[in-house]
């Protein structure tokens, strides 16, 4: 008994509105247009096999309304275990669905047992369990958009009006075909989604893999900020009181989250490793604290070569040359060790440091051998007056070169060793800080959907502060996402707690705590955030799995609020 034309267009209606709404899932669609095409030849019997990309046959949607049996998902392997198209291809005799789905055939048949080279062991096997008889039966594939299967509809037992098994007549055999179509529309895009899904997650661990190989330390940070944006935007979710109790996220929100705390410092891709990695002033390719020590080193032999000097000629006597000798050497000891001191960084240089500095920065040596030998073409086209290179000429135990100013980049090593806070100078700070820059340009890049445009945002924002002083626009609290500035606590965090950082020595949880709590009082972080992050225990839980025991002390949260 076949439906009339107007209830098939309005359950076709019904459907295509489902479909193009995105208000059903995939599965909810299957069992939707099943129903429909079967109500159209009063099928009693109804089976969607999936062909997945990866060329496997799957039941996945059952349902037979005599026997009152539906079965979706997983459960129908045990009556039609997943098969491979490949192994199949050989067969003398295929199953219905399996003849469908290689050899691209409908059947439509009266009676299957009868038919020639089909496989109907399945069915034999289910009608003798089940007290069932299988007669006419109707199968076709549905194909995607470029002509590949994507799944086979089967109906068995057509009725009439009276309950009878009767034939699929051609008109029904078009009109069921045409409904499920609608399976095939909505596996694709399933399909395209899934695969859009697994490209952005391939970029992203592709990108990821790149910062690590560039710098181990920042790949390493690329895969714990994500960790703790996570734990502290759940415990914001689950706030019940206070500014945050309102705050809620979408899956679509939680998914932009993900992508954008593994992505948050992709822009680092640009930034030269020495400059990312720079553990002490000097270092640029490697630590040039070496040849200063090498400068010192010449500086004693030729004090210790004017001392025998002026032993043989009795300038003096010996006990006042030896004296004159060791407060020579203890000198030059001295200015190395304040010159090494300078050179890590950890505290900052007063004004009599950077005197100090200037003062023995005028100790000088003869350099004997050219400076011109043994450069790159690149090193040699850098330097305007080679002759000053190759003649013997004085020289300075600490040095601004011209040929040291490449560029942005100032690798002087006066200027250099007289930073006065941190490792980089403000040139190489302004290459870091334009990594977001980059970040947001590649970003902005990627054809993000709609419900994912948050995604460069959140990533873009991090090292803003919510006095609006941070980089690289100015931004204020009220200018930011609770998702962005989530993300702005986490970086700080994991940045702090980390313990492979050349340029750092690991720090104990409650100088980290301190300094985030000044950071909160200065109006660089959120102090609604910070405040969770801390009454939460998100610091805590963190520490406890990802970072050195004994860089977790006795602490009193209290204190850092």
Excluded at 13 to 34: P, R
Excluded at 158 to 172: E, L, R, S, V
Excluded at 255 to 268: E, F, R, T, V
């Amino acid at each position: 008994m076949a439906n009339s034309t107007e209830m098939l267009l309005e359950n076709f209606v019904t459907l295509a509105k489902g479909l193009a709404g995105g208000e059903q899932s995939v599965d909810d669609i299957i069992a939707k247009a099943m129903e429909v095409a079967a109500n159209i030849s009063n099928a009693d019997g109804y089976f969607f096999f999936h062909v997945t990309p990866g060329q496997y046959i799957n039941l996945v949607y059952s349902k037979i309304n005599s026997l009152a049996t539906s079965v979706s998902g997983t459960a129908n392997m045990l009556m039609f275990p997943s098969v491979s198209v490949a192994e199949i291809k050989d067969k003398k005799n295929k199953r219905p669905a399996e003849l469908c789905a290689v050899n691209q055939e409908i059947i439509n048949s009266s009676n299957i047992f009868n038919e020639p080279n089909v496989d109907v062991d399945v069915l034999r096997e289910f009608d003798e369990n089940n007290n069932y008889t299988t007669l006419s039966l109707l199968a076709f594939p549905l194909f995607g958009s470029k002509h590949t299967v994507i799944g086979v509809a089967q109906f068995i037992n057509a009725t009439d009006d009276k309950g009878k098994i009767i034939n699929f007549t051609q008109d029904d055999q078009e009109k069921m075909m045409a409904v499920c179509q609608v399976i095939a529309v909505a596996l694709e895009r399933k399909q395209l989604s899934e695969s859009y899904t697994q490209l952005l997650e391939a970029f992203v661990d592709v990108m990821a893999k790149a910062i690590d190989a560039k710098s181990p330390y920042t790949g390493l940070h690329c895969q714990k900020v994500p960790i703790i944006t996570r734990m502290l935007a759940t415990a914001a979710v689950q706030e019940t009181e206070g500014p945050l109790k309102n705050f809620e996220m979408s899956d679509n929100d939680w998914y932009a989250l993900h992508i954008a705390s593994w992505l948050h410092d992709c822009g680092k891709i640009i930034t030269p490793e020495y400059i990312v990695d720079k553990a002490a002033k000097l270092e640029t390719i490697h630590n040039r604290i070496h040849e200063i020590r090498s400068r010192f080193e010449i500086l004693r032999r030729d004090a210790h070569i004017e001392y025998l000097q002026k032993r043989l000629n009795n300038v003096d006597t010996k006990e006042n040359l030896q004296a004159e000798f060791v407060a020579k050497v203890k000198q030059l000891t001295d200015d190395f060790e304040f010159v090494g001191k300078c050179n890590i960084g950890d505290e900052p240089l007063t004004k009599q440091d950077v005197e100090r500095l200037d003062k023995i920065a005028e100790r000088s040596f003869v350099r004997y051998f050219s400076r011109m030998v043994g450069l790159s073409w690149g090193e040699r086209k850098l330097i305007n007056t080679p002759s000053t290179y190759t003649n013997q000429e004085v020289e300075y135990v600490l040095q601004d070169r011209p040929e040291q100013v490449a560029g942005p980049y100032n690798q002087g090593e006066l200027t250099n060793i007289k930073i006065k806070q941190g490792t980089i100078n403000d040139a190489e700070r302004q290459k870091i800080n334009e990594h977001i820059v980059a970040t947001i340009n590649i970003l902005k890049n990627l054809p993000f959907p709609p419900e994912l445009a948050n995604i460069v945002e959140y990533a873009g924002a991090h090292h803003e502060r919510v006095d609006g002083k941070g980089y690289p626009n100015g931004l204020t609290g009220e200018q930011m996402s609770i998702p962005a500035k989530i993300m702005a606590i986490a970086d700080v965090y994991e940045a702090l707690t980390a313990k492979d950082r050349p340029y750092k020595e690991p720090k104990k949880l409650s100088e980290v705590l301190r300094i985030m709590q000044e950071m909160k009082n200065t109006g660089h972080l959120d102090p609604n955030l910070y405040e969770l992050f801390i009454k939460s225990g998100v610091y805590l839980d963190y520490a406890k799995e990802y970072i050195d025991k004994d860089q977790i002390d006795d602490i009193n949260p209290e204190e850092f609020l």
